[in-house]
């Protein structure tokens, strides 16, 4: 119960836009320094290339909430093209990653889908891969309709799929082919459009992960859970899939030991690599998910 309690609050948090705008003068405090790889490109280009040397690949989100006018979705795109340019100067091991409504979702269909358009061009230039994170369920039927209408043009785009959502599984079939990263959830959701029961969500989850593998989809397998793992990793054994057809995907700062030991295992892993000063909505999600990693937050406080 105390557990529940606590999550509602960090994702009461994580939506609070006076709370998201006062961070942005905080700096990286809170210790969301331990996951968020500093405030700028070059910043987290730099972390990049440290992991890279480890045998593990990466991709990049330049962190952001409430873009709410055609100025700010126009800077966040131009951000993402030049982010797309460093990965290339770099010569690092790295994908984008980013969120629709800080390209302007919220503010016109049409003029998101342009702004997506021009960030898949840059990226098809440097023969680089764009990965649109899905957001709440508010978002999720938005997302998908822009990026059936990318695919039309551009092979080199994929999303997210959320296993709490009912929906989970008739996504994955429609999007057969389509590289996909897979997770268990992040937003609070209605018990109309989401599971509640965490068991429930890990059974979808791993049905979720085995359709799109056994579709010959390239598959994301985006978790921290060693169980989930392990089991992935035996049914692709006893599947007969390739190891190139899959990839395990980590956060930045979390099990650090595990990600290597996969590589050494001879898996790929990626690391999701968030940087920017707009960080306060994304630390806040990730102490809704998992209430323990709060300590990072009573070590960033106690330091200061």
């Given at each position: 119960?105390?557990?529940?309690?606590?999550?509602?609050?960090?994702?009461?948090?994580?939506?609070?836009?006076?709370?998201?705008?006062?961070?942005?003068?905080?700096?990286?405090?809170?210790?969301?320094?331990?996951?968020?790889?500093?405030?700028?490109?070059?910043?987290?280009?730099?972390?990049?290339?440290?992991?890279?040397?480890?045998?593990?690949?990466?991709?990049?989100?330049?962190?952001?909430?409430?873009?709410?006018?055609?100025?700010?979705?126009?800077?966040?795109?131009?951000?993402?093209?030049?982010?797309?340019?460093?990965?290339?100067?770099?010569?690092?091991?790295?994908?984008?990653?980013?969120?629709?409504?800080?390209?302007?979702?919220?503010?016109?269909?049409?003029?998101?889908?342009?702004?997506?358009?021009?960030?898949?061009?840059?990226?098809?230039?440097?023969?680089?891969?764009?990965?649109?994170?899905?957001?709440?369920?508010?978002?999720?039927?938005?997302?998908?309709?822009?990026?059936?209408?990318?695919?039309?043009?551009?092979?080199?785009?994929?999303?997210?799929?959320?296993?709490?959502?009912?929906?989970?599984?008739?996504?994955?079939?429609?999007?057969?082919?389509?590289?996909?990263?897979?997770?268990?959830?992040?937003?609070?959701?209605?018990?109309?459009?989401?599971?509640?029961?965490?068991?429930?969500?890990?059974?979808?989850?791993?049905?979720?992960?085995?359709?799109?593998?056994?579709?010959?989809?390239?598959?994301?397998?985006?978790?921290?859970?060693?169980?989930?793992?392990?089991?992935?990793?035996?049914?692709a054994d006893e599947n007969n899939i390739p190891r190139s057809l899959f990839?395990?995907?980590?956060?930045?700062?979390?099990?650090?030991?595990?990600?290597?030991?996969?590589?050494?295992?001879?898996?790929?892993?990626?690391?999701?690599?968030?940087?920017?000063?707009?960080?306060?909505?994304?630390?806040?999600?990730?102490?809704?998910?998992?209430?323990?990693?709060?300590?990072?937050?009573?070590?960033?406080?106690?330091?200061?």
């Amino acid at each position: 119960m105390l557990e529940q309690s606590m999550k509602s609050f960090f994702m009461f948090l994580s939506q609070n836009k006076a709370m998201n705008q006062a961070a942005k003068k905080w700096g990286l405090k809170l210790g969301a320094s331990q996951v968020v790889a500093g405030q700028t490109i070059e910043n987290a280009i730099l972390k990049v290339k440290e992991l890279n040397e480890k045998g593990l690949i990466c991709t990049v989100d330049h962190l952001g909430e409430f873009v709410d006018t055609r100025e700010e979705a126009l800077d966040s795109t131009e951000y993402c093209i030049k982010t797309l340019e460093m990965i290339e100067e770099s010569n690092v091991n790295c994908n984008l990653s980013l969120k629709m409504t800080q390209l302007g979702l919220d503010i016109s269909y049409e003029f998101c889908l342009e702004n997506m358009k021009r960030i898949l061009q840059t990226a098809k230039k440097y023969n680089n891969f764009v990965r649109i994170d899905m957001e709440d369920y508010a978002h999720c039927q938005q997302t998908l309709d822009i990026l059936n209408e990318l695919r039309k043009e551009f092979d080199n785009v994929g999303t997210v799929i959320q296993a709490y959502l009912h929906r989970a599984e008739k996504d994955i079939a429609d999007l057969k082919g389509v590289p996909l990263r897979l997770v268990k959830g992040a937003y609070k959701e209605s018990l109309e459009v989401a599971y509640q029961d965490k068991d429930r969500i890990d059974e979808n989850y791993f049905q979720i992960i085995k359709q799109h593998l056994l579709n010959g989809s390239y598959t994301a397998v985006a978790s921290h859970d060693h169980m989930i793992i392990e089991k992935v990793k035996k049914f692709a054994d006893e599947n007969n899939i390739p190891r190139s057809l899959f990839e395990f995907q980590m956060l930045y700062g979390f099990r650090e030991n595990l990600q290597l030991q996969l590589v050494q295992k001879g898996y790929t892993v990626r690391v999701y690599v968030p940087f920017g000063n707009d960080w306060f909505g994304y630390f806040m999600r990730r102490m809704a998910e998992r209430p323990q990693n709060v300590s990072f937050a009573i070590k960033g406080l106690v330091s200061k």
